[in-house]
């Protein structure tokens, strides 16, 4: 099966290229940002082996269809989606910080409670909490955004003290984040999900804040099963999920965590393809709607003539 996992365009207008973990992001003069949802995969802030077949359309897809229905909420810099892979947007100027947003302590947060910690992003977390369990009121924990290595939590107050964002725009920030997730969990519930936490990113252009990148996929978020929570819940028993921790789960079964001087384990093409198959699992019981496969013969090629014909 055919992936997508690396492009080198030379597109009309433009300016500079990046290559994130999973996406490679073109600047059009300044003024358009052309983002290639890759099959690539990531996990403990690694690109692992082989990409997996159809993983770009299915969360370009879904950060499309998400973007579409928060526009209300607060603007965002999608424009079009030329391909199945790609969304053309507005060029903004990205706010170094993602701020993360938790309804329950699981994850990387219910790891560090058990070994210990109190205190997220100088967030406060109560005495007692079991994993899983839900927080009271969702907490924002803002992380730094890194381009090599693993992404800090930072609080609110060192990112004002460091001016990485304006006390004014930090709050609206917040404020965004908070109705964002609302209605998140909303669709969620709507599909028999519980949002449970996920990551935004926003940036300015003309002095308005927009929200960018992808929103909630399973890439940036996590979602449990409603209607076997609270009884895996009370037994202390794992939640049926959907996320990218499976990979994460499959990783540290492995013996690999990420750390310095480990080696990524080998991905057989079985576990490729058990791993496109979770993706449209997950499309489907996120969306409502049944995946269409795009056609990957020859998918870099597919995609350079979409755009080339998009940005005439």
Do not use: C
């Not at 269809?65 to 928060?70: Q, R, S």
């Not at 005495?127 to 992380?143: A, L, S, V």
């Amino acid at each position: 099966m055919n992936a997508l996992v690396e492009t080198k365009f030379n597109l009309l207008g433009q300016k500079s290229f990046y290559k994130g973990k999973v996406r490679d992001v073109y600047n059009i003069n300044d003024e358009l940002l052309v983002m290639v949802v890759s099959d690539r995969i990531s996990a403990f802030d690694k690109v692992l082996p082989k990409g997996i077949p159809f993983k770009g359309q299915i969360l370009n897809q879904i950060a499309a269809k998400f973007l579409d229905a928060t526009a209300d909420i607060v603007p965002n810099w999608k424009i079009d989606v030329p391909d199945p892979n790609v969304t053309v947007g507005h060029f903004v100027d990205t706010f170094p910080i993602e701020m993360i947003i938790r309804g329950y302590l699981t994850g990387s947060s219910w790891r560090a409670y058990k070994a210990g910690e109190r205190e997220i992003s100088g967030v406060k977390i109560p005495e007692g909490m079991k994993e899983h369990q839900r927080f009271e009121t969702p907490i924002i924990t803002p992380t730094t955004k890194e381009d090599i290595g693993h992404d800090e939590n930072i609080s609110k107050e060192e990112i004002i003290k460091q001016n990485l964002v304006s006390a004014d725009d930090y709050a609206l920030l917040e404020k965004y984040t908070a109705k964002l997730f609302e209605r998140g969990s909303k669709m969620a519930k709507d599909r028999g999900l519980i949002l449970v936490d996920t990551k935004y990113e926003f940036g300015k252009r003309d002095g308005k804040i927009y929200l960018i990148d992808e929103i909630h996929t399973p890439d940036s978020s996590r979602y449990f099963i409603s209607e076997s929570y609270q009884e895996l819940f009370d037994k202390g028993e794992s939640q049926r999920q959907l996320s990218k921790e499976f990979v994460r789960e499959w990783l540290m079964e492995q013996g690999f965590t990420g750390d310095e001087g480990q080696k990524l384990p080998e991905m057989t093409d079985e576990f490729v393809q058990q791993v496109s198959e979770r993706y449209i699992e997950l499309y489907e019981k996120i969306t409502g709607e049944k995946f269409i496969p795009a056609n990957v013969e020859n998918i870099v090629e597919r995609v350079e003539t979409n755009l080339i014909e998009y940005l005439k």
